[in-house]
């Protein structure tokens, strides 16, 4: 098999891979660097820029092998232009952030924390718990991609009916149950609405004033997905109502202000983003980066994204 | 319809019933009444001993109305010799206790606790957190009653290879992939144990020493059963190693002890008894008990236990 001479890793370290995937990746090049040098044919990134002026510092660059699903960091379509190869990781966390959304909900149906607390103050009395259940519930997911199929699949194992609004209608899907509607009428009506569409500019503030407004009471949306997808002054404004619950984990690409505002409401829940870190994740996505360099230098590349 | 001339109250107090209950109860008897009379014929009961001597006291009894699915603080055998009709409230929390079981495994699984935590202290860099997914793993169910039976579903919601041992094979289930296994083979090779027997006789230490000691490294045991089927100086010592982790909800039941000796070990977690508490379950038990008194006053019982 063909092999790199220079690997250049930007965006990560070597904590980032585990050492049998090093040796690896060792194994596919001449050497591996992380100090900019001009004559890498390989490129790493995770979620640094990779700008034009990156590439035109690199000029016998062939491939750039992402450690990431996002590619909005990589100027696609330049490096298109200078015939480089660009693959990503898709798909690799799916399992661990489809399960995390139920974890989020259920935390909070059966408010875990405080039920700990009083345990370990010996107080088994269970007064002033009560609940409800997702059974028979109405659970609306937005965005009916790998992650929010996952979901739907999860949501009908609770025995939720599960509805869906995506950009493109899902047969497959719809022939197991999983009905489609409008997404209006998707927000408006739902007991549970699991946001999971990517960030683009269709989806920015999907959940727009008028939306959020519509939630029925007791709603409670869940947002592992980003938060330029949501009106965050519509959605303090329904909060202070206290009458849904909204559950996100991606604090850290909000603007600070923001994540003040709403972590002052006790029906916003705030998690660090730690949807994605499961074992089996980081075991998929390693081994999806290595395959996808392999695959490239057998000539056929997957995962390609430009 | 027939109605009871009087009805005496034991063991649960007005509030234990909504509003619209009672009105409805009150109009299946000349009186309803909490302090003992020795002309009640009929006898509503919950946790409360219902012995010989009770029985005696009340020699027009004809019917007892049990607010709960457990009989064992009932003569059975008494009442019947006497000719009184026993009912009883299965299955009322079916749902709520097995989506219960969903909340505790996910919770220890992604730590939520610490990372609501976190969140507050405004640390969104997720670092440390690590965790392992449902999907493909081995879920071991130790009783398919009705929540066995559920638990199994929702566990094949999240992709997971489920196996029940129970005292009666269940067709149905097995042809819904539910594989049957003797308990010891379960015990020794789930990654997921869940117990749903009843706490009798047969089931009485039924996690033994052997089995606690067979349990797989890293296994996570849920019991929201009743401690009584765990033998818990064997617990005490497999906790010590560190290797397993034990969920449990009942500690009320347990010698005081008992609960602070497993309480000792971080990888025991404790919660109240606050699985069936959902207002779902709530309503179903109370219409299952309406239902029951007037089943019985047509002549046409339900729910008899005796």
């Not at 995506?166 to 899907?173: H, T, Y």
């Not at 404004?237 to 850290?252: E, M, Q, S, W, Y």
Request: charged share 30%; with cysteine; proline share 3%.
């Amino acid at each position: 098999m063909a092999r790199f001479n220079k690997i250049l890793v930007t965006g990560f370290s070597e904590q980032n891979l585990d050492n049998e995937v090093w040796d690896k990746i060792k194994k596919l090049s001449g050497k591996v660097v992380f100090e900019p040098v001009p004559d890498a044919d390989c490129l790493f990134s995770r979620f640094n820029k990779v700008d034009k002026a990156l590439i035109d510092s690199l000029p016998r660059l062939k491939y750039i092998g992402l450690l990431a699903t996002g590619t909005g960091t990589i100027d696609l379509k330049y490096a298109k232009s200078k015939k480089i190869t660009v693959c990503n990781i898709p798909g690799y966390a799916t399992e661990s952030v489809s399960e995390w959304v139920f974890a989020l909900i259920l935390e909070h149906l059966r408010r875990l924390e405080d039920a700990k607390k009083t345990a370990r103050k010996s107080d088994f009395s269970g007064d002033g718990f009560t609940t409800s259940e997702i059974l028979d519930k109405k659970f609306g997911i937005i965005g009916l991609g790998r992650i929010g199929y996952r979901v739907a699949k999860i949501a009908q194992g609770f025995g939720a009916k599960v509805s869906y609004w995506s950009r493109n209608r899902k047969p497959r899907a719809e022939k197991e149950g999983i009905k489609y509607e409008s997404i209006d009428n998707l927000v408006k009506t739902s007991d549970f609405v699991s946001l999971h569409t990517l960030t683009t500019k269709d989806t920015e503030n999907i959940l727009d004033n008028k939306r959020i407004n519509s939630l029925k009471k007791d709603a409670v949306v869940v947002n592992v997905s980003g938060m330029e997808q949501v009106n965050i002054p519509a959605l303090a404004k329904r909060l202070a109502k206290k009458d849904i619950t909204f559950i996100l984990d991606h604090p850290d690409e909000m603007a600070k202000k923001d994540v003040e505002k709403l972590m002052r409401f006790s029906n916003c829940i705030v998690y660090p983003p730690i949807g994605f870190v499961s074992a089996e994740a980081r075991a998929n996505k390693q081994s999806i980066f290595v395959s996808n360099i392999e695959n490239f230098l057998k000539g056929k590349p997957r995962n390609v994204v430009n």
